[in-house]
């Protein structure tokens, strides 16, 4: 069974601590800016949400490697970027739809969540659970709740008289 | 380089000079890093008599070993200088993610030195730092300032320490503000930066900070977390925030009401964690790498309304966060004020205008008593805005003219003190050193008393809670015996804290002292025991106390007034109780191992290796 990451808005506080993780596990320091996770600061909504690699189904950053650079871990499904084989044109980071896709400025090659081969570090460090890794099949539920909720109100707010 | 990045960044804001340099690693071991690293910078390098305005004050940012690790509430940054409302050497700790953004810049300290000729801002990249033109910024609020930078900078993750326009004024209580809501809040640092003609100092940072054992870091951090997770006193910090504390001080008489005339506060329900969740709490929010989130941002009430608004339409569907408990005091029971949108804008302006919500509200408490009085007439106020104590419009508009003194502001901005002295009656200023008390009345905690008194940054509430053996039933509220110990050992603990890098709040958490001792031995690969804490705090709280003596402080500033020492409450819980500063005090000198005019001895300043300092 595929277990995924799933993020809850609702609980982050924008504590930053799934970045202090991700970076430990790239760099063995704590250095936020090579973190693979991104926690989005929305002050004027007052929302907060960490936010990485879906790892899609059909994954665009990995169709559209010119050298197949980006492949498939076996084991949880994560889309891998083999280091040695990137050339560092960036097109994975044009083709992801959502931003996740990095280049590092050390050797300006690709990279992007792995899921820590199975036990992603953002999940433990996280102190809210905003972060969990679940089974796929079960994700979907909190996704309908919220965009529903999501929805209404934006409803809501577009019908307001101005 | 473990835990610390080692390096110290020297501005020369008159000719926009910058060099780096190395910190000595015996400084470095001695004084841990933050307040009593800063501290010993300072006291090294300026004369302490100089004016809290003049180019020759320096102005610090200091960062500790634990700023910017995943330890729980890494996330405090300290501003040291000369404060402009004390006269006294200044200690402000600030959270946010502005202080982990100067370590990943690779520094740990940030001096500042001279005056900038023209409004200017700081930027720092890494390397690369620039003393820019700001005069597009000068006189802009807080948030705008922010947000103008981050835009115009091109820099998402940027990270803006600034002023508002009551720190561009010299307000003597203005803050350093960062990331839009956190402060760098007492004795008037902000100030000093306007005086400097400084702006803000906007960071990035894309460098790491690695710790000596990691195995051992991490073991103690997740003893630590594990410890807070479950811990009545962090969950009650992130589901009521701060606030929950007004319930217990206004059931013990000790929430200071109307300018200390009163303990209790009739309206207490309407601004205590309760009501703030249940009305007005929109989320949580948690300073950098937090594991307890007691920040509050709330949305205003439907009655906001009809208050005076001032122009941030932007901004005026979230407030933004706060209040605090001690914000939710100073402009609500303070000034009595028992209506939480009103305290909730005038808390909001003072984050936009940067402003001490703490000194603001008691200053409009001192100027409400002198309406009283009748020593403020309504000639030299607004029409229709009596400074009165219940009015809640008061708070709101005289909060606005304080910042630009406009009015009877230019009077309020110069603090409850030289506002009481400026009409005649010093006796309504409700503080110590120059500085404000904050919400807890020592007719109802005993030990506070001598607490403010010592407090070397003027009155505070932050050096020794001791409401966290008053309240809980392990002292006696109302009797001297055993305080001045107390304080003594607490201050030592408090002080070693801030060095560090982590939030005070932690050890009311589930995280004291003890438990971060090894994390930061872990981290720095400096073997340090709780023993070495101590002693590095009474070092630092020493070193504190001769910059004060040097700048011309007595055993006669160590004191309080006189209402608290003659005048008892008539009601309430604490009913009859005065301050015994008179019999605390000596004790609390003889603990210090001071002589009875308040001077460390000799001995004391050579077993704290201080001897050549002196």
Redesign the interface.
């Known amino acids: 069974m595929t277990q995924m990451l799933v993020i809850v808005p ?1 609980r982050c ?5 799934c970045e ?2 991700c ?2 596990v790239q ?8 973190s693979l996770i991104r926690v989005n600061i929305f ?6 949400a960490p936010y990485t690699c879906l790892q899609c189904d059909e994954a665009w950053c990995m169709t559209v490697c010119p050298v197949n650079a980006i492949g498939v871990d076996a084991a949880n499904g994560a889309k891998v970027v083999d280091q040695r084989l990137c050339i560092g044109c960036h097109l994975c980071t044009i083709a992801c739809p959502f931003g996740t896709m990095f280049t590092l ?1 050390q050797n300006d090659k690709a990279a992007k969540c792995n899921l820590c081969g199975g036990q992603p570090a953002c999940v433990v ?1 996280c ?2 659970d905003a972060i969990q890794y679940r089974e796929a099949e079960q994700c979907g539920e909190w996704f309908r709740d919220w965009g529903r909720r999501v929805h209404e109100r934006y409803l809501e707010e577009t019908s307001a008289p101005a | 380089m473990y835990g610390w990045t080692g390096k110290l960044l020297r501005v020369d804001l008159a000719t926009g000079k910058s060099r780096v340099e190395d910190i000595p690693e015996d400084w470095r071991r001695d004084y841990i890093g933050g307040r009593g690293l800063a501290d010993r910078y300072l006291y090294e390098e300026m004369d302490p008599k100089v004016d809290p305005f003049a180019p020759e004050n320096k102005l610090i940012f200091a960062t500790g070993p634990l700023t910017g690790t995943c330890a729980p509430c890494g996330a405090r940054y300290m501003v040291v200088t000369k404060g402009a409302l004390t006269g006294a050497i200044t200690t402000s700790n600030s959270g946010g993610h502005w202080g982990p953004e100067l370590k990943f810049a690779g520094y740990d300290l940030l001096i500042l030195e001279n005056a900038a000729p023209r409004p200017s801002y700081l930027f720092i990249y890494d390397d690369y730092v620039e003393l820019r033109d700001a005069g597009h910024l000068w006189g802009k609020g807080v948030f705008e300032t922010e947000d103008t930078l981050r835009e115009e900078l091109g820099i998402p993750a940027l990270r803006v320490a600034t002023i508002g326009p009551a720190g561009e004024n010299r307000v003597r209580f203005a803050c350093i503000m960062n990331d839009k809501h956190r402060a760098a809040g007492r004795s008037g640092v902000g100030a000093v930066m306007g005086a400097k003609n400084l702006k803000a100092v906007a960071v990035r940072g894309t460098r790491g900070v690695q710790v000596a054992d990691p195995e051992a870091f991490m073991r103690a951090v997740w003893a630590m977390r594990a410890a807070m997770q479950d811990h009545p006193g962090r969950k009650s910090f992130a589901e009521l925030g701060t606030a929950a504390t007004i319930d217990m001080t206004n059931a013990f008489g000790g929430l200071p009401t109307r300018n200390f005339q009163q303990g209790q506060f009739e309206h207490a329900e309407n601004l205590n964690g309760n009501a703030i969740r249940d009305t007005r709490l929109v989320t949580n929010k948690a300073c950098f790498a937090c594991t307890i989130a007691c920040g509050r941002v709330c949305r205003l009430g439907d009655g906001a309304g009809k208050y005076l608004v001032n122009t941030h339409p932007r901004n005026w569907k979230i407030a933004g966060e706060g209040p605090e408990y001690e914000g939710a005091w100073a402009l609500g029971a303070d000034t009595g004020v028992g209506d939480l949108d009103a305290v909730l804008k005038a808390n909001w302006l003072c984050n936009d205008l940067g402003m001490d919500p703490i000194s603001m509200g008691a200053t409009l408490a001192a100027a409400m008593e002198l309406y009283q009085k009748g020593a403020i007439t309504d000639d030299m106020l607004e029409q229709g805005i009596p400074l009165a104590f219940d009015n809640p419009e008061a708070i709101i508009r005289y909060t606005e003219a304080t910042a630009y003194r406009e009015g009877i502001g230019d009077e309020l901005a110069e603090g409850a003190k030289r506002l009481g002295e400026r009409f005649g009656h010093p006796e309504v200023f409700m503080g110590s050193k120059g500085q404000e008390f904050p919400a807890y009345d020592p007719r109802g905690f005993q030990g506070m008393g001598v607490a403010y008194a010592t407090c070397n940054r003027g009155a505070c509430h932050l050096r020794a809670w001791t409401p966290a053996v008053e309240s809980t039933g392990q002292m006696d509220p109302h009797t001297p015996k055993g305080k001045s110990e107390w304080v003594v050992n607490e201050q030592h603990r408090t002080t070693a804290h801030d060095a560090t890098g982590l939030c005070l709040f932690v050890g009311a958490a589930g995280g004291p002292l003890e438990t971060f001792v090894p994390i930061t031995a872990a981290a720095t690969g400096v073997p340090y025991t709780l023993e070495d804490f101590l002693k590095i705090g009474e070092r630092t709280w020493n070193l504190e106390r001769l910059f004060n003596l040097r700048a011309g402080f007595t055993r006669a500033d160590d004191s309080l007034p006189k209402r608290l020492l003659e005048e008892p409450h008539k009601t309430g819980p604490s009913a009859g109780v005065v301050v015994h500063l008179d019999e605390m005090l000596p004790v609390y000198y003889r603990c210090r191992g001071w002589d009875q005019e308040g001077r460390p001895t000799p001995e004391k300043l050579a077993e704290l290796g201080l001897a050549s300092l002196a």
Not at chain 1, 13 to 17: D, E, I, L, V, Y
């Open positions: 609702d506080t924008g504590c930053m601590q202090l993780a970076g430990w760099t063995g320091q704590f250095q936020p800016s090579q002050d004027e909504e007052a929302s907060y400025p460090s102190p809210t």
